[in-house]
Structures are given as C-alpha cells and as structure tokens.
C-alpha cells in the first residue's frame, strides 16, 4: 500500500520558516515527480511546487517564488518544500503529491498525502 506520510506544520509567525517533509512508502517514487499542494478554506487546491524524479527540474507558484525551496533526496525517498519569509496568505493545509505521469495540476495526481496544517499569524 502506497502511503505519503506529510510532517513539519505548524503556527509561525509572519517572516518565519519551516520545513515540511514527505516520506514515500510502499514503492519507490525516484523516476516520478513529486509536488506540494496547498488549499486555503474556501479556495480550490493550488500546486505550489514540483520536483522531477531526478531533482534536477524544479518549479514553483509565482507567488512563492524566491521564498519556497523544494528538494528531495531519493536514497529515503522523501521530498521537502523549506518555506521562508512566511506570509499570512500562505497559511493552508499543504498536501503532498506524486505523479506516475507529468505533475502539472490536481488532476495529474496519482497518489497524495493526508495534508499538513500551515498557519501563519500576522
């Protein structure tokens, strides 16, 4: 059974950090992209980052460009997003994601993890 186990989510103030990881059970995911999603209440789910199998591709929501880092190391077969300069408008339950095929959007999505409560305070 395939399972994406999120942790790292919490209450930080506005300009913090923090750091979500993702561990990959069940199969390997080291030739798929991975991705975090976010969704807000009362908003749809938005791809905020993606990584390909081999890392060596990356892209990011423009809205957090510049401040969000995605990563992943294949040997444990987890995947992080390191969020800085944290704003009141990223606070969202952040899922993550795999994807057997290209990961471009929500329905792209073969597997996903539970989510993570982010919450940011002005």
């Known amino acids: 059974q395939v399972q994406l186990a999120e942790s790292g989510g919490g209450l930080v103030q506005a300009g913090g950090s923090l750091r979500l990881s993702c561990a990959a059970s069940?199969?390997?995911?080291?030739?798929?992209?991975m991705g975090w999603f976010r969704q807000a209440p009362g908003k749809g789910r938005e791809l905020v980052a993606r990584i390909s199998g081999s890392g060596g591709s990356t892209s990011y929501l423009d809205s957090v460009t510049g401040r969000f880092t995605i990563s992943r190391d294949n040997a444990k077969n987890t995947v992080y997003l390191q969020m800085d300069s944290l704003k009141p408008e990223d606070t969202a339950v952040y899922y993550c994601?795999?994807?057997?095929?290209?990961?471009?959007?929500?329905?792209?999505?073969?597997?996903w993890g539970q989510g993570t409560q982010v919450s940011v305070s002005s």
């Open positions: 994601a795999a994807s057997i095929g290209v990961l471009i959007s929500a329905k792209s999505v073969t597997y």
């Open positions: 069940g199969r390997t995911f080291r030739r798929d992209d």
